[in-house]
């Protein structure tokens, strides 16, 4: 991830400084101004299109990575909720339910949160849930005061892995790559286009455009870091699974 943002910001720094040098060695300046009148109004349009995309993808990526990051909460709740209504049942099933939950929450947090970096799942974690909901599903409530509590905590179950499955296919999907493919062609174009200026100072010229492009690169490599919001050093960390489980433990 850290290459290919030092790539993107190097291909894009790189080209206004080769694009212009080529240009100005085989048209000459008089004649690039000449054209100015013309290329301006093409570029403030064109400009205007790949601004209006590149904003919207922008805010659609971190608009996922917030919500990729509030159903990692969510998920973690409802394991503090299902441990707190498991109150409501006999010493030796509070017990069992804390051993248990305890073990997965580790194994999220130790071997599934490093998968999902790369789009993966834990088989451990897999395994612990299977038997979590066997260990549920075989209890028998005894009162009334344990069949509220039981009906609770299934459907907070129920709902963690909902989450849990939400989280997986988080960590395995992002944009499009023809969506990609549109950004970086779009991207290439706009700072292409200002090598076709006519400017007296080609200082000035080498300036102006290489502040597009780094505006242009820095955009990108947003979205590429929101992208995959388990991946990368802007990604989720489990804290949310971390403080659940410091609250069993303590409890």
């Given at each position: ?19 212009i ?17 013309v ?25 996922n ?12 709740n409802n ?36 998968r999902?970096g ?10 612990l849930?299977?038997?979590f ?19 609770e905590?299934?459907s907070?179950?129920?709902?963690a ?7 997986l ?34 200082g ?11 505006l ?24 949310a699974?971390?403080q659940?489980l ?6």
């Open positions: 991830m850290a290459l290919l943002g030092i790539g993107i910001l190097l291909f894009f720094l790189g080209i206004p400084t080769v694009g040098l080529l240009v100005r060695r085989f048209v000459p300046v008089s004649r690039l101004r000449a054209h100015n009148d290329a301006g109004p093409i570029f403030a349009t064109l400009g205007v299109i790949y601004a209006v995309l590149l904003a919207f993808v922008v805010i659609v990526s971190w608009q990575f917030d919500r990729a990051q509030m159903n990692v909460v969510a998920e973690a394991y503090a909720n299902i441990y707190r209504n498991s109150a409501g049942f006999d010493e030796a099933f509070r017990n069992e339910v804390k051993k248990r939950m305890d073990a997965y929450l580790r194994a999220v947090i130790d071997d599934e949160w490093p999902l790369a789009g993966g799942r834990s088989p451990l974690v897999q395994e849930a299977a038997g909901w066997l260990f549920f599903g075989s209890y028998e409530p005894r009162t009334e005061r344990e069949k509220i509590f039981y009906a905590a299934v907070q179950m129920n709902e892995g909902e989450y849990r499955r939400q989280r296919v988080d960590a395995q999907t992002g944009i499009h790559p023809m969506l990609w493919a549109i950004l970086l062609v779009g991207g290439l174009i706009t700072v292409v286009f200002t090598c076709f200026f006519g400017s007296e100072t080609l000035t010229q080498l300036i102006m455009t290489s502040m597009l492009a780094l242009i690169a820095m955009s990108l490599l947003t979205i590429l870091m929101l992208d995959h919001p388990f991946t990368g050093r802007v990604s989720i960390p489990p804290e699974f971390m659940v410091s609250y069993i433990s303590g409890s």
